[in-house]
């Protein structure tokens, strides 16, 4: 096992940042300072150099940092290991997730709670960010699993398929376009309201555009906004048409605040994956949540 110190050492090393870790750990950032000085103690070494607010890893510091990375990489395959030959084994663990907007809100909520009601051991941290971000958490080793939406080719990630969820064009029902079928070539005439660069779901629609020889920079954007309830929320009142995930406008086509818009020949679809580094694959308990997850939404097909 890690000791208690190796493990806010570290978190500040991931971090680089002495007050990040006090956050993310819920400790003082006195507490912390004691604990990374006596570590430097312990090898008669500084670890960290200090730059102002900032902090940097010396060269010791990283030599510590990555025999940790892979002491830990030990450690899950032990449990993972001890797991299979007694199922009482159940060590308190902590689970650090990183998914995109669409999962993070719509898809995970109840597969959590499911999870943790049966895996009271777990302490569990989800982190909500774009698609491109969550690959970037995952690569910085500030997550250890990730969920996205879409397959962006990294040679050292392994992808492993979870759903598939389509992404329809909606408006406001007091919006005059409620009562139309469209064209693709209405769209260039359209003012459009569309997600930040990164997200998962405007990535999948430049892709099914392109297939239609439709360029999205071409188009008539009138705003981008970071995250799926602002963009929800905007298009509720504006007069704008949007793409968003079916998942994420459920409720909002049950009450008929949205209405769904048909396109002609327009049909985008997009798949959901699991993200994890290569090798780490059979981390305890990552690999169980995701056998877990997989099988609570075989059973709600």
Known sequence: MLSHRHEIFMEVARLLSFTKASQT????????????????????????????NSVVLTPAGRLLYDKLLSAKQLQHELFQDFKQLSEN????????????????????????????????????????????????????????????????????VTYMPFLTDEVIAVCSSRN???????????????????????SGTLAVLEMALEKKQVKL???????RLGGTEALKNFVRVDTCLSFLPR??????????????????????KRSFNFIQRKGTENNFPYKNFIQFTKRYYSKME
Do not use: C, W
């Open 217 to 223: 920079n071409e188009l008539p954007i009138k705003i």
């Open 89 to 156: 084994f159940s060590p308190q663990v902590n689970m650090v997730l990183g998914a995109s907007t669409t999962i993070s809100l719509y898809i995970l909520p109840p597969v959590l709670s499911a999870y943790l009601q049966k895996n009271p051991n777990v302490q569990l941290d989800l982190k909500n960010r774009n698609s491109e971000n969550i690959l970037k958490a995952l690569l910085d080793h500030e997550i250890d699993l990730g969920i996205v939406e879409g397959v962006n080719k990294v040679s050292n």
């Open 176 to 198: 005059p376009l409620k009562k139309q079928q469209l064209e693709i070539r209405d769209l260039y005439e359209i003012p459009l309201a569309l997600r930040e660069r990164g």
């Open 247 to 268: 998942q994420a406008v459920i409720k909002e086509l049950q009450s008929g605040e949205l209405v769904q818009v048909p396109i002609n020949g327009l049909t985008i």
């Open 25 to 52: 750990l819920f400790i003082s950032q006195s507490a912390i300072s004691k604990h990374i000085k006596a570590l430097e103690e312990f090898y008669k070494t500084g670890l960290f150099e200090r730059l102002g």
